[in-house]
């Protein structure tokens, strides 16, 4: 059965880093993405197009006026080439693409404080700074209402860098999922 690799967390706490630092054989999976804002990192389609796959969505989230979706179909083209880096901020989407019975997932919790998401955030010039944070204080409400959910691995971005991090997920994988990296 093939891995992908769950990063879990609120904005700017480094998963797009984290998922660079992967390099091979980890590539991110990029999410279907309907509505404005960054395009970079997702594939775009139209409401038209998303009403028509409703059967092949595993996970459909809505925040910053979009909407986005984890597909089955986009899931598994994905761990059927690479190890899949699938980027979270909600624990309903952890579940339901942890339930899909697509693989075998390794979830990896990224913590950084608010504030740091702000600074952060400002730094990469986000215009939407305010709807991060409102997206940070949603994750965190997320976490209390949800700390039944088994972490692999649970990564505090203000202590590691993110080739630390890509290191830890490695390490990991080699413990737990020993053919992974093969």
């Known amino acids: ?16 880093s984290i998922t660079e630092a992967l390099g091979y054989p980890f590539q991110l999976f990029k999410r279907i993405k309907v509505g404005p804002g960054r395009t970079c990192g997702y594939r775009m389609h139209t409401e038209d197009q998303l009403r028509a796959m409703r059967g092949d969505v ?20 994905a761990l059927a080439e690479a190890v899949p880096v699938v980027h979270l901020g909600q624990l309903d989407g952890v579940r339901a693409l942890s339930a899909a019975g697509l693989g075998t997932w ?3 919790r990224l913590e950084c404080r608010r504030d740091t998401t702000r600074a952060r955030a400002q730094a990469r010039g986000d215009r939407d700074v305010a709807a991060r944070l409102a997206a940070w204080d949603a994750t965190a409400a997320d976490l209390a209402t949800g700390p ?9 971005t203000e202590r590691h860098s993110p080739a630390d991090a890509a ?13 992974t990296l093969a």
């Open 1 to 16: 059965m093939s891995t992908g690799i769950i990063l879990y967390g609120p904005p700017a706490s480094g998963k797009d």
């Open 148 to 156: 039944d959910l088994p972490w692999h691995l649970v990564v505090d």
């Open 106 to 108: 390794m979830t990896v």
């Open 167 to 179: 290191s830890m997920v490695r390490g990991a994988l080699q413990t737990d999922w020993p053919s």
């Open 58 to 77: 595993l996970y459909l989230n809505r925040r910053y006026d979009a909407t986005y979706v984890i597909d089955r179909s986009g899931i598994e083209e």
